[in-house]
């Protein structure tokens, strides 16, 4: 009953000298008009939560200061505020942009450190199996070059000098090694991706 | 089963700032001291 009569004025004078509850009047009073008004800003419950509290803190301090000169017009200065401090929290935001993981979207779900999990190992280290396998399969000539390439890193001057046959040769037996890869692939209808 | 769309949830509690800080703000309204010393003033806080 006494809240409601009292004045944001009386209510401000009293709590400079002194009396704590006034304040509580003031914040019950105003809380859900200046935190919907910081959300209609922010669009966020703890930015509005964390900007109606440095309202706050302000207005206190402003008050106990004794810096405090707007009689009457105590609402509009606490939006003031409140509406500086969200400016600010936007400037902030803008120096240092901070993603949010909203909805469906995780951006950790696209971004990876490149090291492969324990799943990921398992399916290489199979692929890797795989692909012997296969090589394996393919004639000896043909086998021969691609191990050398692949395998040994050797280039194709090196393996015409290594197996006695002309680069075209080897390059050739090259290309058929890939495309009969490819073949036993199909034929075997083998998934080669992690 | 048809959704209803006629009863919409009250939010009249939904633009209230939370009851931890409103006492966050009570308690340090009251924690904080000003003091004048020499036309100088010094705010601290009494926890």
């Known amino acids: 009953m006494i809240s409601k009569s009292q004045s944001d004025a009386t209510l401000v004078s009293n709590y400079i000298k002194g009396d704590e509850p006034s304040l509580s009047i003031l914040i019950n009073r105003h809380q859900q008009r200046l935190y919907s008004f910081i959300y209609s800003k922010v669009y966020d419950r703890d930015v509005t939560e964390d900007v109606f509290q440095d309202t706050f803190i302000k207005v206190i301090k402003t008050l106990k200061l004794g810096k405090y000169n707007e009689e009457g017009k105590f609402l509009p200065w606490v939006m003031r505020i409140a509406h500086n401090l969200v400016i600010d929290h936007f400037r902030k935001n803008n120096r240092m942009p901070k993603f949010n993981n909203s909805g469906d979207f995780d951006i950790f779900s696209v971004l990876s450190d490149g090291t492969l999990n324990a799943e990921g190992e398992l399916v290489q280290s199979q692929i890797v199996q795989d692909i012997r396998a296969l090589v394996e399969e393919l004639p000896d000539d043909q086998k021969t070059v691609l191990i050398m390439r692949m395998y040994n890193d050797m280039s194709f001057k090196e393996i015409s000098e290594n197996t006695g046959v002309s680069i075209n040769t080897a390059l050739g037996r090259m290309r058929y090694a890939l495309i009969n890869l490819r073949k036993l692939i199909e034929k075997h209808n083998i998934i080669l991706t992690n | ?47």
Do not use: D, R
């Open chain 2, 1 to 47: 089963m048809a959704k209803l769309y006629t009863q919409k949830p009250s939010n009249s509690n939904t633009f209230k700032p939370k009851t931890e800080t409103i006492n966050f703000l009570l308690n340090y309204s009251k924690a904080l001291k000003v003091s004048t010393y020499k036309g100088l003033k010094f705010e601290s806080i009494l926890n």
